[in-house]
């Protein structure tokens, strides 16, 4: 019997240890396959299974402003009429949408009004604006050879008068006629308190009212003359 423990020992060492342990006709459970081989397995179970959690495609961006089309020579003249036709009718919205289309502000028609030195004339503040941002030559004249500051001042757009300043016409210039824009708002109104209002913006902006006009006189002298005390005062306040 101990010969027999020995030898069963023995065989007990060259083999698997569960083996050992195992009866006789018994069978061993299944071992657990190795983690990596189960991990796989459960990987592709989830890929199989689960739904998809690409991300959505990003939707492209809005495409950018184009620039108005090259239009021919021939369309171009007709779109910049056509401005300046909206612009004396102070239409706004039609002003903008043939801007944006390319229209020129600078273009003049057969009397030689462009849509910006109109606006300025008649005081139509919304186009002026945008004949401005569109990039306006605030030197431009009118037939009479004035800027759009000149008829301004006259017509006493007090508002327009501050936007055509701010934008840089010249004060001083001198029509054909021999006037500047304080002479023509002092000789062509009454006085006023727009004109009043106009004089006064003027000369805060540099206007020389010491400049004459085709009679020789000053500014001065032509309020004095005309009966325009508060402008007198106004121009002698600045001597």
Known sequence: ????????????????????????????PPQP????????????????????SAPAPATSPPAPATAPPVLSAQDQAQLD????????????????????????VNTKDAIQDSAFLYAGAEGFN????????????????????GTALIPA??????????????????????????????????????????????VRLLLEAGADPNIRDPEGRTALQNAERLGFAEIANLIRGRG
Do not use: F
């Not at 396959?33 to 998809?52: F, K, Q």
């Open 81 to 104: 009429q056509e401005l300046i036709a909206a612009a004396k009718a102070n239409d706004v919205p039609l002003v903008q949408e043939l801007l944006a289309r390319g229209g020129s």
């Open 153 to 198: 001042s006259e017509h006493g757009h007090v508002e327009t008068v501050q936007i055509l300043i701010a934008a840089g016409v010249p004060v001083n210039h001198v029509n054909n006629l021999g006037w500047t824009a304080m002479q023509e708002a002092i000789l062509l109104n009454n006085g006023g308190p727009r004109q009043q209002e106009v």
């Open 1 to 28: 019997m101990k010969r027999v423990g020995i030898l069963g020992l023995i065989l007990c060492l060259t083999v698997s240890v569960t083996a050992c342990q195992a009866g006789p006709g018994e069978t061993q």
């Open 126 to 145: 919304e186009v002026l604006r945008l004949t401005l941002a569109a990039g306006a030559d605030v030197t431009s004249t009118n037939r009479y050879g």
């Open 33 to 52: 396959a190795p983690p990596s081989s189960l991990a796989g397995a459960e990987t592709e179970a989830t890929a199989a299974t689960a739904p998809s």
